[in-house]
T-cell receptor, first 113, second 115 residues
Framework: QQQVKQSPQSLIVQKGGISIINCAYE??????FPWYQQFPGKGPALLIA?????SEKKEGRFTISFNKSAKQFSLHIMDSQPGDSATYFC????????????FGEGTQLTVNP | GAVVSQHPSRVICKSGTSVKIECRSL??????MFWYRQFPKQSLMLMAT?????????EQGVEKDKFLINHASLTLSTLTVTSAHPEDSSFYIC???????????FGEGSRLTVL
C-alpha cells in the first residue's frame, strides 16, 4: 500500500538548472509534508517541510509547492549544484498520530558540472 | 537541527547471532522513536514505532520476535536483530520525533551484514 507516490525515479540536471521532484498522496488526513535529502551510506536529513495551510514555502534555493485540492506537492531546487546530487524523499505524516512518516519511493538527483 | 546518534554504524556478524543497534536522541527527549529499514536504492520502510515505557508497535509483516525493540528511556531506543540471517542484511535507520514541532530527526543509519 503506497500512500505517497514520487516521481521521477531519477533526474539529471545541469549545474545552475532547476530540479523539480513531485509527490502525490492519498490520505487527506496527512498534515505534515517534509522532504529529506540522503547521501549514500547516511541517514536522511530534513531539508524543508510544509503544512497544508500554506501553498508555498521557500528556504534558500529550496521551495516546496503544495496543492491541497490535487493532493500533490513538489520540491524545486533552484540553481542546482553538483553538491545537491543525492537521493531525495518526500514524506507525509499525521502529526497527532504519533506514527512514523510514510515515504515516497525516492528520486536520485544527479547535477552535472 | 536536533541530533540523533545511532551506533554502531556498521556491523558484520555470523548467521545465528544477535545484533543490537542503539539510537539516542542527544538534545531532546523523545517519547516516540521509529525504526526503518532500507534496501539499496529503495525507500525507507517503517518497521516499528517505539514508545518510551511501553511495547513497540510493529508494522504488518515485521516479525516482533525477530526484531526486538526496547525504549527504556526518553533518549534511548534499541533494536535487536535476533538469530540474524543473511536476508536480514540491510541498512537500519532510527528516527526520533520531536513532539513540540512534529519534526522527525534521523540517525546516520546502521549497516548490518550477516555472513
Amino acid at each position: 500500500q503506497q500512500q505517497v507516490k514520487q516521481s521521477p525515479q531519477s533526474l539529471i540536471v545541469q549545474k545552475g538548472g532547476i530540479s523539480i521532484i513531485n509527490c502525490a498522496y492519498e490520505n487527506t488526513a496527512f498534515d505534515y509534508f517534509p522532504w529529506y535529502q540522503q547521501f549514500p551510506g547516511k541517514g536522511p536529513a530534513l531539508l524543508i517541510a510544509i503544512r497544508p495551510d500554506v501553498s508555498e514555502k521557500k528556504e534558500g534555493r529550496f521551495t516546496i509547492s503544495f496543492n491541497k485540492s490535487a493532493k500533490q506537492f513538489s520540491l524545486h531546487i533552484m540553481d542546482s549544484q553538483p553538491g545537491d546530487s543525492a537521493t531525495y524523499f518526500c514524506a507525509a505524516s499525521i502529526r497527532s498520530s504519533g506514527r512514523g512518516s510514510t515515504f515516497g519511493e525516492g528520486t536520485q538527483l544527479t547535477v552535472n558540472p | 537541527g536536533a541530533v540523533v546518534s545511532q551506533h554502531p554504524s556498521r556491523v558484520i556478524c555470523k548467521s545465528g547471532t544477535s545484533v543490537k543497534i542503539e539510537c539516542r536522541s542527544l538534545d531532546f527527549q523523545a517519547t516516540t522513536m521509529f525504526w526503518y529499514r532500507q534496501f539499496p536504492k529503495q525507500s525507507l520502510m517503517l518497521m516499528a514505532t517505539s514508545n518510551e515505557g511501553s511495547k513497540a508497535t510493529y508494522e504488518q509483516g515485521v516479525e516482533k520476535d525477530k526484531f526486538l525493540i526496547n525504549h527504556a528511556s526518553l533518549t534511548l531506543s534499541t533494536l535487536t536483530v535476533t538469530s540474524a540471517h543473511p536476508e536480514d542484511s540491510s541498512f537500519y535507520i532510527c528516527s526520533a520525533l520531536q513532539a513540540n514541532t512534529g519534526e522527525l530527526f534521523f540517525g546516520e543509519g546502521s549497516r548490518l551484514t550477516v555472513l
